[in-house]
């Protein structure tokens, strides 16, 4: 029974289009996130949600879009894509409180051509 | 100077050795220091954790943190190919939600 999974786990798709990316975690956890590794296999985060209210926006282009619809599930949306926005897309969560490190999903490789 | 630095290899060693992996780190308010490994085209797993000071052992595994110099170590004794992957530090402030600054990877690959 995964913990957290992500749809899909590929997707190539062309330059301009919008894709969506879906994240659901069966561990009761408060927390979701998500994480960009780049090709170099620097993984960087993004947004963070804890109980549906984002908390965590790092400095990324307004393109992107997250959504978490309940605690459990958190989707990020990206518009008009870029060839730079090629790289594998992690989720994770964790508890909001006491206990530490996340638990990862399996990523998504997106690539742009 | 980034906050986390580690050194990205790759390093290869034959099977049976002790492996060392260590990062280094600017931020003084990190208190937490975690290891994650990663085999190809998965994500990372939470291989072992620690809070402040110290050291931590499992099994193989030995987490160290050295506060005072900035400097966190991961030892891998009697290595086997099934380590072979890539080994990434993490660390943060405060525990629970708080988000987590990684390395930027070390790829490890043990030699039969």
């Known amino acids: 029974d995964t913990a957290v999974s992500q749809t899909p786990k590929y997707l190539v798709t062309q330059m301009g289009n919008d894709k969506s990316i879906k994240c659901e975690q069966n561990?009761?956890?408060?927390?979701m996130y998500w994480y960009k590794q780049d090709s170099k296999k620097f993984l960087k985060i993004m947004f963070s949600?804890?109980?549906?209210?984002?908390?965590i926006n790092e400095t990324v282009p307004n393109r992107f879009s997250p959504k978490s619809p309940d605690k459990a599930h958190l989707n990020l949306h990206i518009n008009s894509l870029e060839l730079g926005d090629s790289a594998v897309y992690f989720c994770?969560?964790?508890?909001?409180?006491?206990?530490?490190?996340?638990?990862f999903g399996s990523g998504t490789r997106l690539t742009v051509v | 100077q980034k906050e986390v630095e580690q050194d990205p290899g790759p390093l290869s060693v034959p099977e049976g050795a002790i492996v060392s992996l260590n990062c280094t780190y600017s931020?003084?308010?990190?208190?937490?220091f975690m290891w994650y490994r990663q085999y190809s085209r998965k994500g990372p797993e939470l291989l072992m954790y620690?809070?402040?000071?110290g050291n931590k052992e499992d099994g193989r595994f030995t987490a160290q943190v050295d506060k005072s110099s900035k400097y966190i170590s991961l030892f891998i004794r009697d290595s086997q190919p099934s380590d072979s992957a890539t080994y990434l530090c993490?660390?943060?402030?405060?525990?629970?939600?708080?988000?987590?600054?990684f390395g930027k990877g070390m790829k490890l690959t043990v030699n039969p």
């Open positions: 994770a969560s964790s508890p909001a409180a006491g206990g530490f490190g996340y638990t």
């Open positions: 561990l009761g956890h408060d927390t």
């Open positions: 949600y804890n109980n549906k209210e984002l908390i």
């Open positions: 931020n003084s308010a990190f208190q937490y």
């Open positions: 620690t809070y402040s000071s």
């Open positions: 993490a660390m943060s402030a405060r525990g629970g939600s708080e988000k987590l600054v």
